[in-house]
């Protein structure tokens, strides 16, 4: 059964997106992409090498995948949009993770910052594809101001933590009519699939794939995760109740 999804104009056989930073070594960062079976892979563009001068990595994952470049280490809209105008040259592609963090010790994003650039980025033609925190509203406005998809986070950047928030997240889904990707605090399997199991129509994730012990395991094993929570999402899941049902029917049983 066929069951992509679509950001702007692309359309994608997998759910989950990767990134490419903190690998032990470029082999097992391109084992482990291949393993996630994801087709999406961010590149923190003012942590490589575009000038030229040895091989970068997006030389190593261009031609097979679709290429997402991010504006990490950014504190201000002006830094964010300046950085995405390199990218759009460096990378020939007008598409870009919009990240605007507002201080190191959480690394949140700044919103106000966030909205500029956001505002400013796609009025310049961008797809842009925001991180931003877990509220509804934030991500109502970033929808309205025309961005692509929402990208809440389930907690902090490479905390591990899952999703703090599901009830947010929730919202999240069901106000806006952008795709919802799940951005950071995805520790295990586990928590992928609970946020497909929301609704959620994908996730990105880094940390948990490249500093587990074995990050080709660790990366099949977020494959199957998003693949069982979306697949539970569709079949629906039976309601919460507090007493119990009993499986069996009564019709039929002996002295009843």
Excluded at 142 to 160: F, K, N, Q
Aim: hydrophobic share 45%.
């Amino acid at each position: 059964m066929s069951d992509t999804f679509t950001i702007a104009d692309k359309t994608f056989g997998s759910r989950l997106l990767i990134g490419s930073s903190g690998y032990p070594n470029n082999q097992v960062m391109m084992d482990a992409i291949e393993a996630s079976g994801a087709e999406i892979v961010t590149v923190a563009i003012r942590r490589i090498n575009v000038t030229g001068g040895g091989e970068s990595v997006i030389d190593m994952i261009g031609d097979k995948y679709h290429i997402l470049p991010n504006t990490a280490g950014c504190y201000t809209a002006r830094d964010a949009v300046l950085t995405a105008q390199l990218a759009r040259e460096a990378v020939e592609s007008n598409w870009i993770k919009l990240e605007v963090i507002g201080d190191e010790e959480t690394l949140y994003p700044d919103v106000e910052h966030l909205l500029a650039a956001a505002d400013e980025l796609v009025k310049d033609g961008f797809i842009v594809l925001p991180y931003c925190s877990d509220d509804p509203i934030t991500c109502r406005k970033l929808a309205d101001i025309g961005c692509a998809a929402v990208m809440p986070l389930g907690a902090p950047i490479g905390s591990g933590m899952g999703l703090r928030n599901p009830y947010n997240i929730e919202i999240i889904r069901d106000q806006v009519s952008v795709p919802v990707i799940v951005d950071a605090g995805i520790g295990t399997a586990s928590d992928a699939a609970i946020a497909l199991e929301l609704g959620c129509d994908a996730i990105l994730l880094n940390t948990a794939i490249a500093k587990a012990r074995d990050p080709v395991a660790m990366a099949t094993a977020m494959n199957y995760g998003v693949k069982a929570g979306r697949l539970a999402w569709q079949a629906g899941r039976i309601p919460r109740k507090l007493y119990a049902e009993a499986s069996s029917p009564k019709a039929g049983m002996v002295g009843g």
